[in-house]
């Protein structure tokens, strides 16, 4: 177990640094990072959007054909996130997905990807009911937010790591 510790605080993280020196300078120096960091919070957005357009309709019955079309498209803005933080990965580590420093967050990204999947399969197939769609559309988000959970704590070891080495 390693301590990066700051002057205000410390913090243990499992293994190795979350960043190389030479990741770092990648991170630091390519577009990805950008990109990343726009669509995040972006996404984000969407999905407070949608979340309380989902609420709305479980609670009035008001409101399916919105409620449905902000779920496909924060599916379409997850699958880009995806894609772009697949080639940072590519960019800053030398593989596409499962670097070890953030290979539990992939993992679980799949799991979300899968149920965001599932809810327009479920859609397009009408495989279940209106309320279904929605209670799995809320299963998917119970999951990015998780999901969404790992990568700002990541963030902020990455933060303290920063911190530490100066």
Do not use: C
């Not at 410390?10 to 990648?26: F, H, N, P």
């Not at 996404?43 to 979340?51: A, G, H, K, P, R």
């Not at 379409?76 to 590519?90: D, F, Q, Y």
Request: glycine share 6%; no cysteine.
């Amino acid at each position: 177990m390693t301590t990066v510790s700051t002057n205000t605080s410390s913090a243990q993280t499992l293994g190795r640094r979350l960043y190389s020196d030479a990741e770092r300078a990648r991170r630091d120096s390519t577009k990805w990072t950008l990109v990343q960091g726009l669509l995040a919070p972006f996404q984000f957005v969407v999905f407070l959007i949608s979340l309380g357009l989902v609420v709305r309709y479980l609670m009035t019955g008001a409101g399916y054909d919105a409620a449905t079309l902000s779920i496909v498209i924060k599916t379409g803005v997850l699958l880009l996130i995806m894609i772009t933080g697949a080639i940072w990965e590519k960019v800053v580590f030398g593989q596409y997905l499962f670097a070890p420093a953030f290979f539990w967050e992939d993992v679980f990204s799949f799991a979300v990807i899968a149920l965001h999947l599932l809810y327009v399969f479920a859609l397009y197939a009408d495989a279940l009911a209106p309320d279904g769609l929605m209670y799995l559309a809320l299963a998917a988000y119970t999951a990015y937010v998780i999901n969404a959970g790992q990568f700002v704590w990541k963030l902020r070891l990455a933060r303290l790591d920063a911190e530490a080495r100066t």
